[in-house]
């Protein structure tokens, strides 16, 4: 069937839905015949579809370009594909309780139970660990779920229209869903974006952070005075410069520019792993561990770092963000055993791999770059924890780590599920330094 308005080209198809892809579409394949019985296969992307499902999908070719406009960088856009019937549900499904999921571009898994998304993100390190980790039976463990997995996000980016109203952008898009909350969002965020969408607000954007733990809320751009009249009357603690947030007993202080844990009760799970990757567990642990120097590298405002100074002797923590710096240096201002390098990981780690016992290392989604790698293989470290938010580019630099220079033994892989109703997978890996001579199958410890 072909619906033509104005210049929309939209078509219907009754297909069964294929393996969700690595960003959580459901795959399709749709075969077209010509005139001449040739074949065309065109592989689509469905939103909010299960793998086995029974669907009618609309699909909207994207635009041509208007004459005389197109330019050199111009690329087709995929076509726009939804679920109009769902025939036979997979026994994944669930109800998704967001009225823009599938349209808006912040979630992919909401329709999917949670126990099947912590499954399905484990089967995607697996497929990656197997496939570009070079990893037969990696020592996967199973997903760290998040204990409630709604209402997590401790920082939102909003988008704002030109109406000055605040949301999120649709898939694929720039167009703006102005939203009133997020399901998603922590419930003080919320409570910040229903009173900024009664105002206009300025373009292009507005940042909203809280704690999980007080009633800070920090936003940015500043407020004017009546908006912040009306957050301060609904019981949120306006900050727009600093905000502090605690972790693991901790406090910490972030600037709004500054990387922190997204998910304050996973990130509180994460530092424990990282703690208990690094530290030593014998009887002597203690004392073992005060005689250790561990660099904590892209450290952000120094979370890891903090708290490992609290058990080794030495803390080095390296960050190239100047505003990340400055919170690492307040958050760390009455603890002497940490230093703090501003600078590129890839430019100062090397200069300091021959003298440390360990490493946290938990670099953006592009992983660590290979000089990086390099010096991690020329002068190896006891203890690796690779803190990842990416991973394929985890699997890559452990094929390189633990098989293209079999430097060290992949002793457990660990996704965590920071995430929830998302596609996003953080995962943590520990590594060990192996002998020359010892073996380096891969074991869970
Ligand atoms: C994923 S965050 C990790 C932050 C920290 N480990 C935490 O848990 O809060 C990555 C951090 O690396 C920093 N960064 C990115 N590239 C870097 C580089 N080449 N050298 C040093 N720091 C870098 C970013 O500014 C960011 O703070």
């Not at 394949?29 to 009618?56: I, N, S």
């Not at 605690?246 to 972030?254: D, H, N, P, S, Y």
């Not at 989604?365 to 000089?371: E, F, L, S």
Request: glycine fraction near 6%; charge should be negative; proline fraction near 8%.
């Amino acid at each position: 069937m072909i619906q033509q308005e104005q210049e929309r080209v939209i078509t219907h198809h009754t297909v069964t839905l294929g393996p969700l892809t690595r960003e959580g579409d459901a795959q399709v394949e749709l075969v077209r015949q010509d005139a001449d019985g040739t074949q065309h296969t065109r592989l689509l992307r469905v939103p909010a579809g299960l793998p086995g499902e029974r669907v009618t999908i609309a699909v909207e070719e994207p635009p041509p370009p208007r004459s005389g406009r197109r330019s050199r960088r111009w690329k087709p856009r995929p076509p726009k594909v939804w679920i109009t019937e769902l025939h036979e549900a997979s026994q994944l499904r669930t109800i998704a309780p967001c009225p823009v999921f599938g349209t808006c571009g912040g979630c992919q898994l909401q329709h999917m139970q949670y126990a099947a998304q912590l499954e399905w993100k484990r089967d995607v390190v697996r497929q990656l660990l197997q496939e570009i980790g070079g990893f037969d039976n990696p020592p996967l463990l199973p997903t760290v779920p998040c204990d409630i997995p709604w209402h997590y996000r401790n920082h939102m980016r909003f988008s704002v229209n030109r109406e000055g109203k605040p949301g999120l952008t649709a898939r694929g898009t720039h167009r703006v869903l102005p939203l009133q909350e997020c399901p998603i969002a922590e419930e003080n965020i919320n409570r910040a974006l229903s009173i900024l969408s009664r105002h206009e607000n300025p373009r292009p954007q507005a940042l909203v952070r809280c704690s999980a733990y007080s009633q800070q809320v920090m936003i940015q751009p500043v407020p004017p005075q009546e908006v912040a009249a009306q957050l301060a009357e609904s019981g949120l603690d306006l900050h727009t410069e600093t905000m502090e947030e605690t972790l693991v007993g901790a406090t910490f202080r972030i600037r709004p520019s500054s990387f922190f844990q997204t998910n304050t009760a996973q990130a509180e799970k994460m530092a424990q792993m990282v703690l208990s990757g690094l530290l030593p567990t014998n009887d002597q642990s203690n004392e073992a561990a005060q005689q250790l120097t561990v660099v904590d590298a892209y450290c952000g405002v120094g979370t890891f770092a903090l708290l490992l100074a609290r058990h080794v002797g030495k803390v080095i923590a390296i960050e190239e963000s100047a505003s990340a710096i400055k919170d690492a240096q307040w958050n760390m201002r009455t603890v002497e055993n940490v230093e703090i390098l501003k600078g590129k990981v890839e430019a100062m780690l090397p200069t300091l791999s021959s003298r440390i016992d360990g490493l946290v290392i938990d670099p953006p989604r592009a992983g660590c770059q290979q000089v990086v790698l390099d010096a991690l293989i020329q002068h190896p470290v006891s203890r690796i924890v690779y803190v990842s938010c990416e991973p394929s580019t985890l699997a890559r630099d452990l094929n390189i780590l633990c098989h293209l220079h079999p430097v060290y033994r992949l002793r457990t892989i660990q996704p965590l599920d920071m995430f929830p109703q998302t596609a996003h997978i953080e995962s943590v890996a520990v590594l060990e330094h192996v002998e020359s001579g010892q073996q380096t199958e891969d074991t869970i410890a």
